[in-house]
């Protein structure tokens, strides 16, 4: 178990520029999750998958965002034509759906998003 | 809606006192909260859980509350460390929703 893995860890582009962000979940975590952080504030959801199923999302996912998990394990996270108001971390995290609920979600060190 | 309001930071104390992070959340029915740590460079780690009324989380020296009469969560450690500094998330998710709901989040530095 080599925990929630993320990459690349920072990105740097200029506003108009996609961006396509990488989360490898913990082998057998069916349940995967995205989050934004902007600084100082705390994570606010964005979407969840179940298997390769995107299951909610959160209006704050607008339509330059999109997010895949094509075989149910690695998720992709696409941001079009990126804004200056796109900066953040972004984190992905995993749980499995036997036993324990949200208390067993484990989170990966984020995407740190600067766009200029 | 659901939301969760934390003391504001950073803090900044001594190695050896006692600690205190104000938590209060609004929601509906009988929410579960979370405390979440952040390490530098890490990613976000449970600290302690409460999933129902008068119960009380606790994890390396910490504890917390579930006050359902004042809609509260307050963070407490008796005396804390320096390896203690990070930022501490007060969270909180509805009976049967999948997200987390975070505060802002709390910097709190322990000097030796």
């Known amino acids: 178990d080599t925990g929630v893995s993320q990459n690349p860890r920072h990105k740097i582009t200029k506003r108009g520029q996609n961006v396509t962000f990488r989360c490898d979940p913990i082998?057998?975590?069916?349940?995967l999750y995205w989050y934004r952080q902007t600084l100082g504030q705390g994570p606010e959801f964005l979407t969840y998958f179940q298997n390769e199923a995107q299951l909610e999302k959160s209006r704050l996912l607008s339509d330059r965002f999109s997010a895949e998990r094509p075989k149910g394990s690695f998720s992709t996270l696409e941001i079009q034509r990126t804004e200056q108001g796109d900066s953040a971390m972004y984190l992905c995290?995993?749980?499995?759906?036997?036993?324990?609920?949200?208390?067993?979600?484990?989170f990966g060190s984020g995407t740190q998003l600067s766009v200029l | 809606g659901n939301s969760v309001t934390q003391m504001e930071g950073p803090v900044t104390l001594s190695e050896e006192a006692f600690l205190t992070i104000n938590c209060t959340y609004t929601?509906?029915?009988?929410?579960?909260l979370f405390w979440y740590v952040q390490y530098p460079g890490e990613g976000l780690q449970l600290l302690l859980k409460a999933t129902k009324a008068d119960d009380k989380g606790s994890n390396k020296g910490f504890e917390a509350t579930y006050r359902k009469e004042t809609t509260s969560f307050h963070l407490e450690k008796g005396s804390v460390q320096v390896s203690d500094s990070a930022v501490y998330f007060c969270a909180l998710s509805s009976q049967g929703a999948q997200k987390l709901v975070f505060g802002q989040g709390t910097r709190l530095t322990i000097n030796p």
């Open positions: 995290a995993s749980r499995s759906i036997r036993g324990a609920g949200l208390e067993k979600l484990f």
């Open positions: 929601a509906t029915g009988y929410p579960s």
């Open positions: 082998s057998e975590h069916n349940r």
